[in-house]
């Protein structure tokens, strides 16, 4: 297991939070957007446990776990709330993309970090 680096945590953070901010430019508090921080430490403890070995021979692990995490809790979630709020489909469709592309901003900002 590798150590879990703070600053990467913080970088993915930052990333998420700035793809949000693309689609979201409008609507929330800003301080919400610090909330990425608790999906950022959770995949950098993900691919902490992984270890920087197999990371490095397998790097498409990086997308996998951050791609996945959002395609299998977070946007279950999504649509199950929307759902029952009676959200527009295009809503969700367009928060759909923008966690799935702001998880895999996380992902890539952890592979870069290395």
Same mark, same amino acid.
């Given at each position: 297991?590798?150590? @879990?680096?703070?600053? &990467?945590?913080?970088? &993915?953070?930052?990333?998420?939070?700035?793809?949000?901010?693309?689609?979201?430019?409008?609507?929330?508090?800003?301080? &919400?957007?610090?909330?990425?921080?608790?999906?950022?430490?959770?995949?950098?403890?993900?691919?902490?446990?992984?270890?920087?070995?197999?990371?490095?021979?397998?790097?498409?692990?990086?997308? @996998?776990? +951050?791609?996945?995490?959002?395609?299998?809790?977070?946007?279950?979630?999504?649509?199950?709330?929307?759902?029952?709020?009676?959200?527009?489909?295009?809503?969700?469709?367009?928060? +759909?993309?923008?966690?799935?592309?702001?998880?895999?901003?996380?992902?890539?900002?952890?592979?870069?970090?290395?």
């Amino acid at each position: 297991m590798g150590v @879990m680096d703070g600053v &990467a945590v913080l970088a &993915a953070a930052g990333a998420a939070a700035a793809v949000l901010w693309l689609f979201w430019r409008d609507r929330g508090p800003v301080w &919400a957007y610090g909330l990425t921080l608790i999906p950022a430490a959770m995949l950098g403890h993900a691919l902490a446990r992984i270890g920087p070995d197999k990371l490095a021979l397998k790097p498409w692990l990086y997308f @996998m776990q +951050s791609g996945g995490l959002a395609l299998a809790f977070v946007l279950p979630a999504l649509w199950l709330l929307g759902l029952r709020d009676g959200a527009a489909k295009a809503a969700m469709t367009r928060d +759909s993309a923008a966690f799935v592309l702001a998880y895999l901003a996380m992902g890539t900002v952890f592979w870069i970090w290395g």
